[in-house]
């Protein structure tokens, strides 16, 4: 803060020099609130917030003193600040873009009660969370917009800060991101919503969001906490019913939840051991103190650990299960992909080394996410191109979450032996899970009943089926049999704790449970450092959900929403 010139408002009539504490804590108390900082200061014994890039026009310029376009009354107090040291206010199209029936286009802060009473030219808001038929004019020339409905949402306003909710789950101010918001629901011409955003813009302390700002918002005011926030944008990309799911269920809170109990526990724990490493020479805590904190580490220990042994479950319905189809050439794998998206995504002849590069199509199988693609034929090609693409392919399928092996039925020995060879001579990688498709079966001819009983033998082959690219046979059975290997993949996004779904999560839980085993083996030796361990556990956990968090991380987060949520 030093430096920092605050305005006179704040100071009033302080003298230069004057002691400033700063507080490091979200700013409710009585002071103006500040986007985008967390520092408040106390000038003596007021809270209040300087001028600076974080907070105040960001120029340092003297407000009210000097009155200038970013002058408002307060909406309480009717006295005249600086707008944008109440935090601006932000607007978007929350609805899609391009032309459509309505768009829904929102403000956060605490301009939105100014900008709604401007925009329908009445100073009384309809009640909250209600909607409203109103004529939209342009401020500026009066000229009608449209006529659409809107909402109110009455927030914490910025100048009368009210406490941020602390957890997810009580009670706040009934609005998405915690400050006053304004819906305008209007006709989706781009004329009519441009119209309209170009009359909020013209607004003092208005500004269009940044992509995620609006969530971005509500995670500071704790209306959600950083899972939940990636709950939320990952449920506006779900694109199938397992992904909505998850997603769904994450956006509720309830991975937050399992992860906060695990903080609690072990903020608990710590609180122990401290009381124990203070007080135990005056044999106030008795030993059992020691064993109860050890007992409760061990716990989260093998809860963390199985948590963290689920196979990718949830990451792999989060980004779609990736599914390599590869053989021998000219088997019919470009053909086996067309029919699985029902286009012709990829190129097939029936000269041997058509495909080279790897061909990619996202599917819905069963309502999980298939991303699957084709690859060139593996042989020892001595075309440089196609040897690139061979190479190409044998990467695919070391990256693989799901091998289909396809193989010429009418090639392939028909004792499940013979087969497993076959399918060895592709070299998939042993761990990963596979399903033999044996293509061209329209061509079968004595050979398709013996077959036939070697696919259905089971053990030890993978999971084999017979097809006809050419005239569909086996295709339902195909689907049945990718379906139920998805299934075991991704799990049932509803039964069970909730999944992890995110290599953020899974590497901040790795690294606390290296440091709940560091505990373990530091205990003995050193009470002190061990404890130091538990914190660093806890601060691990604390990063997943956002309790502890830096800008960047939060950039990251933010990054890949849209604009307008
Ligand atoms: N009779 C019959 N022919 C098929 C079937 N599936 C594919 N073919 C034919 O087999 C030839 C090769 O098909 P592709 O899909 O190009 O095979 P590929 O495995 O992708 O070939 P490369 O990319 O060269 O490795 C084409 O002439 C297809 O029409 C099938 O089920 N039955
Ligand atoms: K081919
Ligand atoms: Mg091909």
Redesign the pocket.
Known sequence: MVGCTLPPWLLGGQREGFALRVRWEPPWVCGVHMEGSWAGVHVNGVVGYPCTPYGGCGRGAPHPGAPSPCCLPCPRCAQRLCSAAWGDTIFAVSSGHGRCGVAVIRTSGPGSRGALQSLTGRPALPPPRVLALRRIRDPATGEPLDRGLVVWFQGGDGVHQTPPRQRPGSAGPQSFTGEDCAELHVHGGPAVVSGVLRALGALPGLRPAEPGEFTRRAFRRGKLDLTAAEGLGDLIRAETEAQRRQALRQMEGELGRLYQHWSDALTQALAHLEAYIDFSEDDNVEEEVLSQVDATVRALEREIGSHLQDGRRGELLRGGVRAVIA?P???????LLNLLCQRPAAI????????RDVVEVALNVGGYPLVLS?T??LRDATDPVEKEGVSRARDRLQEADLVLA?LDATAVPTEPVGLGAALGSLQPPPTTPCIMVL??A??LKGKGGSLRAACTQGHPLPPVTLL???TGEGLDHLLALLARELARLCGDPLSGSPSLTQSRHSLHLRQCAVALARYGRERRSDLGLAAERLRLARRHLGSITGHVSTEDILDIIFRDFCVGK
């Not at 097939?348 to 495909?355: C, M, Q």
């Open positions: 053989g050439p000219n088997v019919g794998k470009s053909s097939v002849s029936p000269v041997a080394g058509t495909t084709d060139a034929g396809v293509n061209k329209d061509l006809s690219c050419k």
